[in-house]
């Protein structure tokens, strides 16, 4: 991550994150969008989803929603940011609808 200096009210340099900055739609590099439907609920926050490729993958709550996430039921359909590395894995960035 590249930290960028910035300048605040005072004029004071301090440092800023691109990360900061980014919104919920912002799509890190090397990672696609999908959408999904939730399938089954598993322990430690983790739940077992369909894309609509009709292909499996477990997932995860994004970091950062951590505090404002809503707990999810089965048939709800989300957004997710599938893993570059394992086509098994993805991390859940949006609620979209329930089901």
Do not use: Q, W
Request: proline share 6%.
């Amino acid at each position: 991550m590249k930290l960028k200096p910035n300048r605040d009210r005072e004029g004071a340099e301090a440092v800023d994150s691109d990360r900061d900055r980014k919104g919920a739609e912002a799509v890190e590099p090397g990672r696609e969008r999908a959408e999904a439907t939730v399938v089954e609920l598993l322990p430690n926050a983790a739940y077992r989803l369909e894309l609509d490729s009709r292909a499996r993958v477990l997932a995860h709550p994004a970091a950062g929603s951590g505090t404002n996430f809503v707990r999810l039921r089965p048939r709800d359909r989300v957004l997710v940011e599938l893993s570059p590395h394992d086509n098994t894995r993805a991390r859940i960035v949006k609620l979209l609808g329930r089901g």
